[in-house]
Structures are given as C-alpha cells and as structure tokens.
C-alpha cells in the first residue's frame, strides 16, 4: 500500500461506548475520518447528532421507568445493528421489527431479543422466521390471522422448537386481527397449538402518533384503545398469558401507562425525530413536540444560486423521500423545501435569509419523515460536537421483503 493510500485507511478505534466492529472498516470516502468537520463531508450525507440521539433514549427510558413501562424500539426507524445494541445495553427489553429481511440483518449483526410486529405469511418467510427462532430463543413472533397460526405451527415443529408468539390485535384497519371474540379465539387457537406458546398481544395504533395537541391526542388513544383492552382483559379472563401487551410509539410514550396491563412501548422515532413529530405539540401546551430533540439530518448542497429567491441544492426526493410536510432548513424558517424532484431539492424564500448562500454552501435538513429517509443511504455518520465520531452501516438499509 502506498503512503498516499494509507491515508485514506481508518482504522477504527473504540470511542463513546460504540464498539469499533460496529463501525466501518475503513472510511467510506476519503473526507469521512474521525474528527471531520460534518461541513466537510460529501453530501447528501445522513447524520446523527450523538449527544441528542443518547438524551432522547435517556429520557424515553427515564419517562416509562416512571409510568411503569418498559421500553422495546422499533428498529424499522434506523434499522442499524449499532443503534439497536446501543438501545438493549441502555435498558429496553428487546427490539422491534417490520420485515423479516431487517430482522434476518439485524439477527446476523448480532442483534437479539427482537420482536417481529408484523406476521409472515408465506411458507418460505415462515419457515425463515423459525429459523431465527431456532438460533435465538428469544425471538417473538405476532400472529394476526388462525391459518398463519397453524402454518406457524407446522413450521415450528418441522424445525423442533416451540416459537413464541404475541397476537396483534389491530386498532384502527391497518393491520392486525380486529378486537373481540376473534382475536380472543385466536389467542386460544395459539395456547392450543402444541408448537406455539402464546406470550400475549401488541396493539400499535399508528394513526394517533401524528395528531395534534396532547390532550387531542390522549383522548383519541385511549378511546380507540377500549376495544383492545377489553380483548385483553378476556385473554386474562380465560387464563391466557398476557405477560406482553405491546405496543405505542413516540407520540405516545407518555399517555399508554394509561392502558390497564400494558408492558412496554415501541417507539421508533424518538430517536431522530423529523418534521411530522416536531408538529404534534407537547404535554406542557408548546405547539413544538419538544420532548425529544432532533438529531437526525441531512447535509445538502447549494448546487444553484442564480435564480431570484431560490435556491437548488443536491438534496431531493432521492435523499428525503416524503414531501409532506416539507423539510426544514437548520436556521431559516423562511425557506419552503420542496424536494419533489428526484436528484435536487428546490428551495423558495420570500425574505432575505440569515446570509447570501453561495454554490457550494452546505444546509443542514430536518427531514420530513425519518423512516424512510434512512432506508436511502448505505451508512450514517455519527456527530458529535460538529465532528464525525463513528460511521455505521445502516445495517438493514433497503431490507424491505
Ligand atoms: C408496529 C409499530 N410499532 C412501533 C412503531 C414506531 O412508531 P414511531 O416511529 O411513531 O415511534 C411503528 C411505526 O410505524 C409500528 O408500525
């Protein structure tokens, strides 16, 4: 190796409790070393301030420590091995996920305790959620529909284990077996089937996160979970095992303690928070949902100022997907994002901005919705104090099967 190329080599060293196997090999372009500043790097870049991220999963542990909940995030919102190793050694009690190929990552990158949310259906996806059920014990399944128990069933004896299992009971019509007799009936199909040991039930309602205003939103979770609660309280009626009842996000981490018998929250985007969380509004009355501080951006840059009253930069729908509601710029209130077009984002301002941007000037983004976003880049840098400190894969980035 040459000394020109040795310099483009970093080998990475632990730092702030990130282990360096969890961290790239080597920098994943030749500006992206240790002690960067975040303005030096090739953008789009995704970057997670350090010191907010650790404070939001302080605080969301302290809050539910005190309602008497657990926490168990959902890794669909960074689906990054780091970050989910990072949430278990600070206390959550296992992790979410969506798909079976983030799961499958995850598991691979030495990720336990993880709770599948949604069901797999077909045989293959099946008989692949029982094998990572085979290699860790502590993997949960949710089941929402009786053929798919007993197909389950099948595949958990063929691969000679018996696999844990949580109904989803839905609330609202995204997914989810509806609340009543036929969730309680599922519930006894499961305790029954000789390869399946129930654990209880989760109930996530993902309409309520978003509204407005905190007593709006208490009121609407808690009515639109009475029929939940009731199937719960049958479960434990009947003698089902109702050690688990899951469920809640970020907007309502502090209102589900509320819910008799629930056990842990699973919350996502608590941890970089994004335009459509910053709206909600906070317990205290402030408009801003301001329990969680948002340490996930995108780095953008100005590629075009010749325009009046715009600017374009290298930051559109490739590197922030939604449009709705519309990013907003660190430091300039006045400028509407638009991000529509595939590789530029089209920036208008009506007033003067804080100062004159020139081509090659970087913004600083807070991204529409965070989800999705991290699914489009192949790592993210860690920021601490304006610095680069870590760079992690995004480990399940694209894993959407
Ligand atoms: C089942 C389930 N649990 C938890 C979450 C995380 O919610 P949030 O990102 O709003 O905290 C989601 C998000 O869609 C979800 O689908």
């Known amino acids: 190796m040459s000394a020109d190329a040795s310099a483009h080599v970093w080998i990475p060293k632990p730092v702030n409790g990130y ?36 404070k ?16 168990r995030p959902h890794a669909k919102t960074h689906k990054t091995a780091a970050i989910a190793k990072y949430q278990l ?48 014990p502590d993997f949960i399944q949710a089941v929402d529909y009786e053929p798919n128990a007993r197909d389950l069933n099948d595949a958990a004896r063929e691969a000679g284990i018996i696999a ?45 996160q978003h509204a407005k205003g905190f007593a709006n939103r208490k009121a609407t979770a808690l009515s639109a979970m ?14 089902l095992n109702t050690e688990i009842f899951s ?7 502090n209102i589900m303690h509320h819910v008799p018998g629930f ?26 949902f301001t329990d969680f501080a948002p ?39 006045g400028i509407a994002y638009n991000a529509g077009s595939d590789e530029f984002g089209v920036l208008r301002f009506s007033s003067p901005l804080s100062k004159e941007y020139k081509i090659g000037d970087k913004l600083e983004v807070i991204v529409p919705h965070c989800d999705p976003v991290v699914n489009e880049y192949d790592h993210m840098y860690g920021i601490r104090n304006g610095k680069v400190e870590v760079v992690w894969d995004v480990t399940a980035r694209g894993c959407s099967q």
């Not at 979410?96 to 305790?113: F, H, I, N, P, Y």
């Not at 929250?265 to 509004?281: E, P, T």
């Not at 953008?300 to 710029?329: C, E, H, Q, Y």
Request: net charge neutral; aromatic share 4%.
């Open 56 to 71: 939001n999963v302080a605080f969301l542990q302290a809050s539910l420590k005190k309602n008497g909940l657990a926490s």
């Open 263 to 288: 056990t842990d929250v699973q919350a996502g985007s608590y941890l970089f928070m994004d335009m459509q969380y910053l709206a909600i509004g906070s317990e205290d009355g402030n408009a801003v």
């Open 89 to 136: 050694s600070t206390g959550s009690i296992g992790i979410c996920c969506a798909k079976l190929t983030e799961a499958e990552a995850l598991v691979a990158s030495g990720v336990d305790r993880i709770l599948m949310t949604t069901g797999n259906l077909s045989a293959g996806k099946i008989r692949r959620a029982m094998s990572i059920r085979k290699a860790h």
């Open 164 to 208: 844990d299992v949580v109904i989803d009971v839905a609330v609202g019509t995204r997914s989810g077996i509806p609340a009543g007799d036929g969730a309680l009936k599922l519930a006894q199909l499961v305790d029954t089937l000789p390869n399946l040991k129930l654990r209880g039930m989760l109930s996530y309602d993902g309409a309520v």
């Open 19 to 54: 282990k360096a196997v969890e961290m790239r090999a080597t920098a994943v372009d030749d500006r992206a070393k240790p002690g960067v500043s975040k303005w030096e790097l090739d953008t789009p870049a995704l970057c997670v301030d350090l010191d907010k991220m650790e």
């Open 247 to 253: 469920g809640g996000g970020s907007g309502t981490y």
């Open 295 to 333: 340490s996930l951006t995108v780095i953008a840059t100005v590629v075009n100022n010749r325009f009046p009253r715009s600017l374009t930069t290298d930051a559109g729908a490739k590197a922030l997907t939604l449009n709705v509601p519309t990013a907003g710029v660190i430091g300039e209130p």
């Open 226 to 239: 009475e029929p939940n609660i009731e199937t719960y309280n049958g479960m434990k009626k009947s003698g």
